[in-house]
C-alpha cells in the first residue's frame, strides 16, 4: 500500500511523452490500465490526453461518454484529416482530456492500406498536440493490425499489461517481435515503459507463480507495482469513472497512483522524498 503523500515536486516538461499500453490478448487490464494511469497522472497535476484507439471505445465509455453520442473521433482525424483540437474532449477529471473512438474505427484498417506512410497517420495526427500535453496514453486494441501498429510508430514507449493467470505469457513473444519490427522499420526510438502485471490475487498461489515467473524471465523490464483484483476497480467504468475519482481509498486507486509515480521516477520526471516512494505489496 502506499503510504507517502499525493504530493509531487515536477520537472519540468517539454512535450508529451507518449505511452502506448498494449496486449493483442484481450481481457489482461489493458483499458483498464490506460484510463487509470493517465487519470492517476493527471491527478498528480500532469496534462494528460488519453487516446482511445480501440474500435470497442472501451476507454471513451470507461471515462465518461457515450460512443454512441460522439459526433467526431480518432476516425474522422486519422481517414479525414480533420483537426485533433476539435475532437479533443475535456473530461470531468482536472488535467485529463479524450481523444475519443467509435466503431467506425473498425474500417480504418482497410480505408488507409493503400494510403502512402499508412503507418504514421496517427503520429501525424497526435504531433499537433503533443505540446500541450505532458503525458498521452493511448489506449491500443487487442489485435496487432494496422492501427495498432500505428499507435507504436506514434509512441516514444510501451506498457503492457500482463494478468496473473495460467496463460499470462501467451503471446508474450509474438508481442515483443512486433515491437521489434516497429523499431526495426518505423520508430527507432521505440522503448518498453515496462510489463506490468494486473489481476493479483494473493490468495492464490498461482498469482505468486506468475509473479515469480515473469520476473524471472523479463528481470528490469517488469514494474515493481502490481495491480490488485478490486471490486472496485471492476465496477467504475460502469459510472463513466475512473477509480480515482470512483474510490480514491481503493487498493485500485492506490495501485495505479503508485504505477503513475513509478512512470514519473523512471522519466525523471518527478523528484520524491523517502516516504512517497514507500509501497508495499
Same mark, same amino acid.
Given at each position: 500500500?502506499?503510504?507517502?503523500s499525493?504530493?509531487?515536486?515536477?520537472?519540468? =516538461?517539454?512535450?508529451?511523452?507518449?505511452?502506448?499500453?498494449?496486449?493483442?490478448?484481450?481481457?489482461?487490464?489493458?483499458?483498464?490500465?490506460?484510463?487509470?494511469?493517465?487519470?492517476?497522472?493527471?491527478?498528480?497535476?500532469?496534462?494528460?490526453?488519453?487516446?482511445?484507439?480501440? &474500435?470497442?471505445?472501451?476507454a471513451?465509455?470507461?471515462?465518461?461518454?457515450?460512443?454512441?453520442? /460522439?459526433?467526431?473521433?480518432?476516425?474522422?482525424?486519422?481517414?479525414?484529416?480533420?483537426?485533433?483540437?476539435?475532437?479533443?474532449?475535456?473530461?470531468?477529471?482536472?488535467?485529463?482530456?479524450?481523444? !475519443?473512438?467509435?466503431?467506425d474505427?473498425?474500417?480504418?484498417?482497410?480505408?488507409?492500406?493503400?494510403? &502512402?506512410?499508412?503507418?504514421?497517420?496517427?503520429?501525424?495526427?497526435?504531433?499537433?498536440?503533443?505540446?500541450?500535453?505532458?503525458? /498521452?496514453?493511448?489506449?491500443?486494441? !487487442?489485435?496487432?493490425?494496422?492501427?495498432?501498429?500505428?499507435?507504436?510508430?506514434?509512441?516514444?514507449?510501451? =506498457?503492457?499489461?500482463?494478468?496473473c493467470?495460467?496463460?499470462?505469457?501467451?503471446?508474450?513473444?509474438?508481442?515483443?517481435?512486433?515491437i521489434?519490427?516497429?523499431?526495426?522499420?518505423l520508430?527507432?526510438?521505440?522503448?518498453?515503459?515496462?510489463?506490468?502485471?494486473?489481476?493479483?490475487?494473493?490468495?492464490?498461489?498461482?498469482?505468486?507463480?506468475?509473479?515469480?515467473?515473469?520476473?524471472?524471465?523479463?528481470?528490469?523490464?517488469?514494474?515493481?507495482?502490481? =495491480?490488485?483484483?478490486?471490486?472496485?476497480?471492476?465496477?467504475?467504468?460502469?459510472f463513466?469513472?475512473? /477509480?480515482?475519482?470512483?474510490?480514491?481509498?481503493?487498493?485500485?486507486?492506490?495501485?495505479?497512483?503508485?504505477?503513475?509515480?513509478?512512470?514519473?521516477?523512471?522519466?525523471?520526471?518527478?523528484?520524491?522524498?523517502?516516504?512517497?516512494?514507500?509501497?508495499?505489496?
Amino acid at each position: 500500500m502506499y503510504r507517502g503523500s499525493n504530493s509531487v515536486n515536477k520537472l519540468h =516538461i517539454t512535450m508529451g511523452k507518449t505511452i502506448a499500453v498494449t496486449n493483442q490478448k484481450g481481457g489482461v487490464g489493458k483499458t483498464t490500465t490506460a484510463i487509470n494511469l493517465a487519470a492517476s497522472l493527471a491527478i498528480l497535476e500532469y496534462k494528460t490526453l488519453i487516446v482511445d484507439a480501440d &474500435p470497442q471505445a472501451n476507454a471513451t465509455s470507461g471515462i465518461g461518454f457515450d460512443p454512441k453520442q /460522439i459526433q467526431a473521433s480518432i476516425y474522422e482525424c486519422i481517414i479525414d484529416d480533420l483537426n485533433v483540437e476539435n475532437v479533443i474532449l475535456n473530461t470531468k477529471t482536472p488535467n485529463l482530456d479524450l481523444l !475519443p473512438a467509435h466503431i467506425d474505427l473498425v474500417g480504418a484498417e482497410i480505408e488507409i492500406i493503400n494510403l &502512402p506512410s499508412r503507418e504514421h497517420l496517427m503520429n501525424n495526427v497526435l504531433e499537433k498536440v503533443k505540446s500541450n500535453y505532458d503525458f /498521452i496514453i493511448i489506449d491500443c486494441s !487487442p489485435s496487432l493490425g494496422l492501427i495498432t501498429v500505428n499507435a507504436l510508430a506514434a509512441s516514444d514507449s510501451v =506498457i503492457i499489461p500482463v494478468q496473473c493467470e495460467y496463460f499470462a505469457l501467451e503471446g508474450l513473444g509474438k508481442l515483443l517481435n512486433t515491437i521489434k519490427i516497429v523499431q526495426t522499420r518505423l520508430n527507432e526510438d521505440l522503448d518498453i515503459e515496462g510489463i506490468l502485471l494486473t489481476m493479483f490475487d494473493s490468495r492464490l498461489r498461482l498469482s505468486k507463480q506468475v509473479v515469480e515467473e515473469v520476473k524471472t524471465h523479463f528481470q528490469q523490464m517488469v514494474f515493481n507495482t502490481i =495491480i490488485n483484483r478490486n471490486t472496485k476497480l471492476g465496477e467504475a467504468p460502469s459510472f463513466g469513472d475512473s /477509480i480515482i475519482m470512483h474510490d480514491a481509498n481503493s487498493t485500485g486507486a492506490i495501485n495505479y497512483l503508485n504505477l503513475a509515480r513509478e512512470v514519473l521516477q523512471k522519466n525523471d520526471m518527478t523528484i520524491m522524498n523517502n516516504a512517497d516512494k514507500i509501497i508495499d505489496e
